[in-house]
Each structure stands twice: as C-alpha cells, then as structure tokens.
C-alpha cells in the first residue's frame, strides 16, 4: 500500500485517514476509488478516437451468455442534446457537455435476428430478457466510465433520461424493443468547479459475511448521515444528509418524476415483461 491509497478510502468513506483496510497500492484501484461525477465540463470537442475507445471498453464488459443486448446511442448535435437535457428535469448539463451517451437495453437487434430465421423468440417476451438487457447495459456503462476517467475526462449518468421514456425513445428513433436506461455525459472536466469524491455507506452497513446481518446497520447509517451532512456543508449544498434524503426520495410516486408509469411503458415500447 503507497500513501495515496489510504487517502482515497479516507475520502470514500469520510472517515479518518487510519483506516486499517488491507488494499494494494494499484492504479485501477486507486482510479476506481477515485471516482467522482462530474458536472462541469469544458466546452471542447473530445479527441479524435474518444467515442469509439470508450465503445469498446463498455463492449469489453462481460455479457450475460453474450447476448450483447445493448446499444448505445452517441449525442454530438447541440439540438438533440438540449432536447434530451430538456426531458432529463431540464439538467443543463447535458447540453453542455461534449458528448451524450445513451446506454439503451435493447431487445431490438435479436427480435431482428429471429424475424430473420422464422424464430419467434418468444424468451425475450419475459421480464428476464428486460433484466438481463439492463444489467448487461449498466455494466458495458461502467467499464466506458472508468475508460474516460481513465483518459482524463469526467462524467455523469443521466438516470432522468427515464422521466420520459417513450418521448426520448422518439428523439432516438429507438426501435420496438428497445429503451433509453441512462445517460452518460463526458467531457473534460472544468477546473474552475472541480467534484469531489463523495463518501458511501460504511462497509458495516453494505458488506455481510457469510449471511446478510443488519445488526450493525442502524448505527453504521447515523454516522454515515452525519458523514454526508459535512460533506454537504463543505460542498455549499446545506447540510443535506442520506437519511432525509432517502426518505424522500422513496417516499411516494410523486418521488419518482413521472417514472412511476415505467412498467406500462415499457410495454409500449415493446418489452412484454411477462
Ligand atoms: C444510474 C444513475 C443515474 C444517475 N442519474 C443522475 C441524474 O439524473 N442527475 C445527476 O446529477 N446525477 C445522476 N447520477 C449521479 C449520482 O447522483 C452520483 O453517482 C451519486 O450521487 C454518487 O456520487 P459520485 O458519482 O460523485 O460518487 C446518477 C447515477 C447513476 C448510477
């Protein structure tokens, strides 16, 4: 272990920087713990190269029995951008960032397979093909994320691109079978307004061994609230902590911003989720 990687689980986690972990000093680690969203970003073009690098390490992730069923949606055009910003609880953000990313589940490409051999493909008629689409999403997402941070650039995921799925589908032209998850803004972040790392929930609270135990979440969750109030506090946003934070979040359908309605639209959109 070198000196900076106790500094890095110290900010993961708010704690005090003596903390007894046992990891490797290791750059993908290092960089993994490192993470932070960026919302800031500089108003220039991203290098040559840079979509098509982080299109293949998403591809890189793995894929449930490969099934890629996954794609991926790259926003340049300013229009487009604002529009999608617009339907995302008008973030503007999005439009301001170099590059849109819209990680899509999409069953569309093996319904085009199976029309093409006569096969009805009646699996992906099951809420398991919706799953195993989102997860094979979100891990081909990541993989583009630590690949941008990687190449020095920021990002953020838009989960707001799900307040409206089926207008951003249109703006998409996404086929039946296929439907925006998240976003994911890149850019070169701007130094003017650097992020911070923002700290998680104690491993106490998170990891279990051998079997789930809770025992020792109640506490590990007031001193994680705590944490996050005076991370609040020293990133000028109030002192806003997890719990309030959580219970309102989840306390109704009001909470979710219109994705209350996913389930029937999906199903317009041409996922069954038997
Ligand atoms: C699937 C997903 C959707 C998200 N959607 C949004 C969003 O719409 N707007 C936003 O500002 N941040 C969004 N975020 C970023 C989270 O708020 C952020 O990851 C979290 O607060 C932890 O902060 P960190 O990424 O800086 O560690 C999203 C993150 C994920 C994983």
């Given amino acids: 272990m070198d000196a900076e990687t106790p500094s890095l689980l110290a900010a993961r986690y708010g704690t005090a920087p003596?903390?007894?972990?046992?990891?490797?000093?290791?750059?993908v680690i290092e960089a993994l713990l490192a993470h932070r969203s960026v919302r800031a970003f500089l108003p220039d073009?991203?290098?040559?190269?840079?979509?098509?690098?982080?299109?293949?390490?998403?591809?890189?992730a793995?894929?449930?029995?490969?099934?890629?069923?996954?794609?991926?949606?790259?926003?340049?055009?300013?229009?487009?951008?604002?529009?999608?910003?617009?339907l995302s609880g008008r973030q503007a953000f999005i439009a301001r960032a170099p590059l849109f990313l819209a990680f899509v589940a999409d069953t569309s490409r093996l319904r085009r397979l199976g029309a093409r051999h006569g096969n009805p493909m009646e699996g992906l008629d099951y809420l398991e093909a919706f799953i195993v689409a989102s997860v094979d999403a979100a891990l081909a997402s990541q993989n583009a994320v630590v690949a941008a941070e990687a190449l020095g650039l920021g990002t953020v995921y838009v989960g707001a691109l799900r307040n409206k799925p089926e207008e951003v589908a249109a703006e998409l032209n996404l086929p039946p079978g296929a439907v925006a998850l998240f976003g994911l803004c890149v850019g070169r972040p701007d130094p003017a307004a650097p992020a911070s790392v923002?700290?998680?929930?104690?491993?106490?609270?998170?990891?279990?061994?051998?079997?789930?135990?809770?025992?020792?979440?109640?506490?590990?969750?007031?001193?994680y609230d705590e944490t996050l109030k005076?991370?609040?506090?020293?990133?000028?946003?109030?002192?806003?902590?997890?719990?309030?934070?959580?219970?309102?979040?989840?306390?109704?359908?009001?909470?979710?911003?219109?994705r209350d309605g996913m389930k029937p639209a999906l199903r317009r959109l041409g996922f069954p989720l038997r």
């Fill in 198 to 223: 923002k700290p998680r929930l104690p491993q106490a609270a998170v990891l279990h061994r051998e079997r789930y135990d809770s025992a020792a979440e109640e506490a590990a969750v007031a001193q």
């Fill in 62 to 86: 793995s894929t449930s029995s490969n099934v890629q069923a996954w794609s991926l949606v790259a926003v340049t055009e300013p229009g487009l951008k604002a529009r999608l910003a617009e």
């Fill in 18 to 27: 003596d903390t007894a972990l046992p990891l490797p000093a290791n750059p």
């Fill in 230 to 258: 005076a991370f609040s506090l020293s990133q000028g946003i109030g002192p806003a902590g997890w719990v309030g934070r959580m219970l309102s979040r989840m306390a109704d359908a009001a909470a979710l911003h219109g």
């Fill in 45 to 60: 073009a991203l290098p040559a190269g840079t979509l098509e690098i982080l299109a293949a390490a998403a591809q890189s």
